[in-house]
């Protein structure tokens, strides 16, 4: 089977518009949470959000008569990407001999959510003739894949997986088995987000899912906290490129980390609460230690980048779920939410999330979870409370699980030639 690494990383999200800017953030424990500014909340209960703070898409990714084709959620995408790309030191755009064998795989939860809003209030006050003809390109999910490829010349597989907050861990994951079995050499993956809109937070407001510390927004996300009382919205993105061991070696390009496990797995129960004592999560993570040939988890340092949302059957379950897998050695692991600190980002997150393992792994530093004062009932595991921590470890498996009950685990390892 082919091995596969990671060569480049690229983000925006709540804490910075780089992944230099945000490593520093997260390992300072800081928080990017704040009071929504994107769109109108007073009569809504929750009134904070992690918001992407400016942002400007340069004009060399995309050109200012281009943008309008793209909603807010493409243009994280291809700024992300954009930096993955220099990252891993790639020239762009790729050769035509070399282009189909590189692959973008970009999801996203939610899409164009303020296209939607903005052009559907432009239709009911002007008429359906003043629909932009960039209105389908702008909203629908796999533009994010498809606009970045355009960009790249990448012309190998492109797809994008649409699996709620597991979204940006299945993107990844799928592109690691494509790579793996031959079907490219080279790949773009992860997650991008941008729903922090009217409709999307009243949405999740309804559904009594987030946040009210209003008055401390950036103590609001406390993922295993006890006082903990829902999640954050938050948006951004996150870009991995994937490589083929042997071509990474051939260029000479720096490695991350190697992807070497990959789980993922149905709940079957509700629609949006996880299987009691999570159970299926249990399963996606025992999945990807099979497939990384992981027999004992206990045996090697290991970091979990939780998908520790902040709220009450999220935080218990997954505690839970990692105990299950882990068994005897669940104590010994490192276990934190960088939500905490960026909030969530939803289909953005995996993708994040993937970066943050990998910057584990080089650095040796783990990222705290701020905000977990007191840990909750159940949740009785090593959550690197406030402050980073070093670590040599040898693993980091990333979480995110999803409303209809998908879940999704990545395992990364260090990379040792």
């Known amino acids: 089977m082919r091995r596969v690494v990671v060569t480049g990383l690229g983000t925006v999200n709540p804490v910075g518009n780089s992944v230099a800017e945000s490593w520093e953030a997260l390992i300072a424990g800081r928080s990017g949470i704040g009071p929504t500014t994107l769109c109108e909340v007073d009569d809504l209960p929750s009134k904070i959000a992690g918001e992407v703070k400016n942002f400007d898409l340069p004009i060399e990714v995309v050109p200012k008569k281009d943008r ?68 389908i390109p702008m909203v629908i999910i796999n533009l994010a894949s498809g606009q970045v490829s355009i960009y790249l010349n990448a012309k190998g597989p492109n ?18 088995k494509l790579i793996e079995r031959g079907a490219c050499d080279v790949a773009f993956a992860g997650g991008t987000e941008a729903a922090i809109t009217r409709l999307g937070v009243g949405g999740f407001a309804a559904m009594t899912a987030l946040s009210t510390r209003n008055d401390e927004p950036t103590k609001a996300s406390r993922p295993f ?51 009691p004592d999570g159970e299926g999560a249990a399963r996606c993570m025992k999945m990807a230690l099979q497939d990384a040939g992981i027999k004992d988890p206990g045996i090697a340092p290991t970091y979990v980048n939780a998908h520790g949302t902040s709220t009450h059957f999220n935080d218990l379950n997954e505690s839970k779920a990692i105990r299950s897998a882990f068994g005897a050695a669940a104590d010994s692991l490192l276990v934190s939410s960088t ?57 980091a498996m990333s979480n995110s699980f999803g409303f209809g009950g998908t879940n999704a685990t990545l395992i990364f390892r260090r990379y040792h030639g």
Request: hydrophobic share 40%; aromatic share 8%.
């Open 68 to 135: 309008k084709k793209m909603d807010r959620f493409i243009e994280f995408s291809m700024s992300a990407a954009a930096e993955a790309a220099k990252d891993a030191g790639f020239a762009i755009p790729f050769s035509d001999e070399f282009a189909p064998r590189v692959g973008v795989m970009i999801g996203s939860g939610m899409g164009g959510l303020p296209a939607i809003e903005d052009w559907q209030k432009t239709v009911m006050e002007k008429g359906i003739k003043r629909l932009t003809p960039f209105f």
């Open 159 to 176: 797809s994008c997986a649409v699996t709620a907050c597991a979204t940006g861990t299945h993107s990844i994951g799928d592109a690691f």
């Open 225 to 275: 906290d006890k006082d903990r009382d829902g999640f954050v919205m938050a948006e951004g993105a996150g870009v991995v490129v994937l490589e083929e061991l042997g071509h990474a070696k051939a260029r000479g390009a720096k490695i991350y980390a190697e992807v070497v496990g990959y789980g993922l797995t149905g709940d079957a129960f509700h629609i949006t609460s996880p299987a």
């Open 339 to 395: 939500k905490s600190m960026v909030g969530h980002m939803l289909g953005a997150a995996g993708g994040f999330e993937a970066v943050v393992c990998c910057k584990a792994l080089e650095t040796g530093i783990i990222p705290p979870t701020i905000n977990c004062d007191e840990p909750g009932e159940g949740c009785d595991l090593n959550y690197v409370p406030h402050v980073a921590q070093k670590a040599n470890i040898e693993y």
